[in-house]
């Protein structure tokens, strides 16, 4: 059964897989970085009010799942979690290390609806690893 949110006039479930890469897709999301990528975003996403469902990090890209209130537009969430946590990982992460200026992330992203089938999204969100080492195998029917 679906849980559904409410604002002053409206009630709604409004979810999103997101995925961003770093800028150059440079594999550089392992290890410090990696183990606190997840809480930095967690703690900006809480800023705005979007609830990260679920994440998962890869060497080259991020998988996470967003509900976001329809008050609100993806694109300026996700603007908000790159912009903010570019600037923050520079500062606390990356301090000896720079890349170009304090740009971390590649400009866009890819963005679907989730819709009913969230368990199956966040079950393909938690095995990546799996997938991407052929290892795992997900059923997407």
């Given at each position: 059964?679906?849980?559904?949110?409410?604002?002053?006039?409206?009630?709604?479930?409004?979810?999103?897989?997101?995925?961003?890469?770093?800028?150059?897709?440079?594999?550089?999301?392992?290890?410090k970085?990696?183990?606190?990528?997840?809480?930095?975003?967690?703690?900006?996403?809480?800023q705005?009010?979007?609830?990260?469902?679920?994440?998962?990090?890869?060497?080259?890209?991020?998988?996470?799942?967003?509900?976001i209130?329809?008050?609100l537009?993806?694109?300026?969430?996700?603007?908000?979690?790159?912009?903010?946590?570019?600037?923050r990982?520079?500062?606390?992460?990356?301090?000896?290390?720079?890349?170009?200026?304090l740009h971390?992330?590649?400009?866009?992203?890819?963005?679907?609806?989730?819709?009913?089938?969230?368990?199956?999204?966040?079950?393909?969100?938690?095995?990546?690893?799996?997938?991407?080492?052929?290892?795992?195998?997900?059923?997407?029917?």
């Amino acid at each position: 059964m679906h849980e559904w949110q409410s604002l002053s006039h409206v009630r709604w479930e409004c979810k999103y897989h997101v995925v961003t890469i770093p800028k150059y897709r440079l594999k550089v999301l392992y290890g410090k970085l990696r183990k606190q990528i997840g809480p930095m975003l967690r703690e900006l996403c809480r800023q705005k009010g979007v609830e990260l469902l679920e994440g998962h990090t890869m060497p080259d890209h991020i998988h996470m799942c967003l509900s976001i209130p329809p008050k609100l537009s993806v694109a300026h969430v996700i603007g908000f979690l790159k912009g903010k946590s570019a600037v923050r990982i520079h500062r606390e992460l990356l301090k000896e290390r720079r890349m170009t200026g304090l740009h971390f992330w590649a400009t866009g992203y890819c963005v679907s609806t989730v819709g009913l089938d969230e368990e199956r999204i966040r079950k393909y969100i938690r095995e990546q690893e799996k997938l991407e080492s052929g290892q795992g195998d997900l059923d997407l029917k």
